[in-house]
């Protein structure tokens, strides 16, 4: 199905009598544009502040980890900052960065001119955001789980709800361009792999999301009247922590999945093989989406213990099951992605490659968000004694700060069709090997220290676990760093416009790189046929066949 179609832009109103009125009319424009790419880049700066927060918490709780004498920090303030690095991890930073790619780079790939309900879009973001305030000042307040202010309790369930009914609006304008406004020709077979990456998560959203909200409805009725049936505000996680934690952040993780799959092809020069498996990795890893729908965060694998009768055997078998779909599956995915990936890289003779920072970041990306859901796996088994100790937080962290890198990757990537120029690779490449350095450090040593029975919360370490803990800082520092330095050089490349950049950059094969850098507000001046996967190839491979004949 094709339906492309136009979005008009709000009209700024502009004065020229003053300055001022110019700089309001432009920020009015910016707050309630319907371009995609700006409403992107409002999802990307929210996520990059949300992802420096998180780091930064996660590095203060890290200091806590370091003193067995007494608290480092104010012992009040902890449960507030426990809550506020799971709430900063998924939906501050992990959530609005992959819905960040999405809804900007999106509906370029598809050839449309612009996102399908871009209101919707602008809405949504705007209700995440609300709702991220509003969960920062419930938590500063004394909210959250552990929190006594009864109506800040209130005014976080409140903000949890928020969030994702803005997230599933913005998924909704995704989903619904993907399979609408594709250009002509382009089949579900042809879509570019992260425009499935993106089709894949949005549909997870779709099932998740409702889910959650209903829980957080019980949950708030609960808590405003009786408070007995789900354990009022410290059964606030018991209930719904499903969202924060594994395999559900799995789903959120696919888009930064698709960048690397994205980014493959043009950097070994070659098409892609077997894309109908390459898609069914992908989907694989979205079946963890039915573990959050099911509520089945981590399912417990107890192996040991019992005599193997029938009835033990059975139990057995019922427990494997949806341990392997939650858990296997996704894993599963990783791995045919990987597979794949490998035959793309494949030398052969006279290959060239084209080695991006973007390529880079979204590796190193890919590598620990595959970390995590290892760990995942060996987490949910009862016999290696790793619930309750920092081992399910480190997977967490993997897994997000993965992400990450792989969002920079995605901004380094397209960032002239974005803003029309390049973040300087030189820098980009040292920052991916500093970010990979913290994100290692800041994850592994807390797996260690997890086998070795660390509790998970500010609980205070004997020397033995000290050297791990303190690595874990370092790491966390690290990535502190990266993220700063990122912002950094992201702002700069905005400033100005490069005119030799040329609208291909990458040697790309898909249809996005086939308009201008940047991209302008419809996207394209003229609607494009699709007749395979790589448009922009074939274009490429027909002139040069064109001037061999005619030479």
Same mark, same amino acid.
């Given at each position: &199905?094709?339906?492309?179609e136009?979005?008009?832009e709000v009209?700024?109103?502009?004065?020229? =009598?003053?300055d001022s009125g110019r700089?309001?009319?432009?920020v009015?424009d910016?707050?309630t544009?319907?371009?995609?790419k700006?409403i992107?880049r409002?999802?990307?700066a929210?996520?990059?502040?949300?992802l420096?927060?998180?780091?930064?918490?996660?590095?203060?709780?890290?200091v806590?980890l370091?003193d067995?004498?007494?608290?480092v920090l104010?012992? /009040?303030?902890? *449960?507030?900052?426990?809550?506020?690095?799971?709430?900063?991890l998924? !939906?501050g930073s992990l959530l609005?960065?992959a819905?960040?790619m999405?809804?900007?780079?999106?509906?370029?790939?598809?050839g449309a001119?612009?996102i399908?309900?871009? %209101?919707?879009a602008?809405?949504?973001?705007?209700?995440w955001?609300?709702?991220?305030?509003l969960a /920062?000042?419930?938590?500063?307040n004394?909210g959250?789980t552990?929190?006594? =202010?009864?109506d800040m309790v209130? #005014?976080?369930?409140?903000s949890?709800?928020?969030?994702?009914?803005?997230?599933?609006?913005?998924a909704?304008?995704v989903?619904?361009s993907?399979l609408?406004t594709?250009a002509?020709?382009m089949?579900?077979r042809?879509?570019? *792999? !992260?425009?499935?990456?993106?089709?894949?998560f949005?549909?997870?959203i779709?099932l998740v999301?409702p889910?959650?909200?209903?829980t957080l409805v019980?949950l708030f009725?609960?808590h405003? $009247?009786?408070?007995?049936? !789900?354990?009022g $505000?410290?059964?606030?996680f018991d209930w719904?922590?499903w969202?924060?934690?594994? *395999?559900?952040?799995?789903?959120?993780?696919i888009? @930064?999945i698709?960048v690397l799959v994205e980014?493959?092809?043009?950097?070994?020069?070659k098409?892609?093989p077997a894309?109908?498996l390459m898609?069914t990795?992908?989907?694989l890893?979205?079946v963890?989406?039915f573990?959050?729908v099911?509520?089945q965060n #981590?399912? $417990? +694998?107890?192996?040991?213990?019992?005599q193997?009768?029938?009835?033990?055997?059975e139990?057995?078998?019922?427990?494997?099951?949806?341990?392997s779909?939650?858990?296997?599956?996704p894993v599963?995915?990783?791995?045919?992605?990987?597979v794949?990936g490998l035959v793309?890289? %494949?030398?052969r003779?006279?290959?060239r490659? $084209?080695?991006?920072? /973007?390529f880079?970041l979204?590796f190193f990306? !890919?590598g620990?968000?595959f970390?995590?859901m290892?760990?995942?796996v060996f987490y949910?088994i009862?016999d290696?004694g790793?619930?309750?100790?920092?081992f399910?937080g480190?997977?967490?962290?993997?897994?997000?700060?993965?992400?990450a890198?792989?969002? &920079?990757?995605?901004v @380094?990537h397209?960032?002239?069709?974005?803003?029309?120029?390049t973040?300087?690779?030189t820098?980009?490449?040292? +920052?991916?090997?500093? /970010? &990979?350095t913290?994100?290692v450090?800041?994850v592994?040593p807390?797996?260690i220290?997890g086998?070795?029975g660390?509790?998970a919360?500010p609980i205070?370490?004997?020397?033995?676990?000290?050297?791990?803990n303190?690595?874990v800082?370092?790491g966390?520092?690290l990535?502190?760093?990266?993220?700063?330095?990122?912002?950094? +050089?992201?702002i700069?490349?905005?400033?100005?416009?490069d005119?030799?950049?040329g =609208?291909d950059?990458w040697d790309?094969?898909t249809l996005e790189?086939?308009?201008?850098?940047?991209? *302008?507000?419809?996207?394209?001046?003229?609607?494009f046929?699709?007749?395979?996967?790589?448009p922009?190839?074939d274009?490429k491979?027909?002139t040069t066949?064109a001037?061999?004949s005619?030479a």
């Open positions: &199905m094709t339906t492309i136009t979005s008009p009209a700024a109103a502009t004065s020229s =009598d003053a700089f309001l009319a432009s009015a910016w707050l544009s319907t371009d995609h700006r992107g409002l999802y990307l929210g996520g990059l502040l949300g420096l927060d998180a780091v930064a918490i996660s590095a203060l709780l890290a806590e370091l067995n004498e007494g608290f104010d012992s /009040g303030a902890l *449960p507030q900052l426990l809550d506020a690095q799971r709430i900063a998924i !939906f609005p960065l819905v960040a999405c809804v900007a780079f999106v509906p370029i790939q598809l001119k612009a399908a309900f871009p %209101r919707l602008t809405t949504g973001f705007w209700m955001f609300g709702g991220l305030i /920062g000042v419930a938590l500063i004394d959250g552990l929190g006594f =202010d009864s209130d #005014l976080f369930i409140v949890l709800g928020l969030m994702a009914i803005g997230v599933t609006a913005t909704g304008s989903a619904t993907i609408t594709r002509p020709g089949t579900m042809r879509v570019p *792999p !992260f425009t499935w990456s993106a089709l894949v949005s549909i997870g779709f999301m889910v959650f909200v209903g019980y009725l609960d405003r $009247n009786a408070r007995t049936g !789900f354990g $505000n410290t059964g606030i719904a922590g969202l924060v934690t594994q *395999p559900a952040s799995f789903l959120f993780a888009p @930064a698709g980014i493959l092809p043009i950097t070994f020069k098409r892609m894309r109908g898609f990795g992908i989907a890893i979205g963890a989406a573990g959050a099911t509520q #981590l399912q $417990n +694998l107890p192996w040991s213990g019992s193997l009768s029938g009835d033990d055997i139990q057995k078998v019922r427990d494997l099951v949806p341990y779909t939650f858990n296997l599956l599963l995915g990783m791995l045919v992605v990987m794949i793309i890289a %494949r030398p003779r006279g290959m490659v $084209n080695v991006t920072a /973007g880079v979204s990306g !890919f620990m968000i970390v995590g290892l760990g995942t949910a009862d290696l790793l619930q309750g100790t920092v399910e480190a997977t967490l962290i993997s897994i997000v700060y993965g992400a890198l792989a969002v &920079m990757g995605a @380094a397209w960032a002239p069709k974005l803003w029309g120029r973040i300087n690779a820098a980009l490449l040292v +920052l991916a090997l500093l /970010g &990979m913290g994100a450090l800041a592994f807390h797996y220290s086998f070795l660390q509790e919360g205070y370490s004997d020397g033995d676990l000290l050297a791990w303190i690595l800082l370092v966390h520092s990535f502190l760093l990266t993220v700063v330095v990122f912002i950094v +050089l992201t700069m490349s905005t400033m100005g416009h005119d030799d950049l =609208d950059p790309a094969q790189w086939m308009t201008t850098s940047p991209a *302008p507000k419809d996207n394209y001046a003229e609607l046929v699709v007749h395979s996967p790589e922009l190839l274009l491979e027909s066949t001037d061999r005619q």
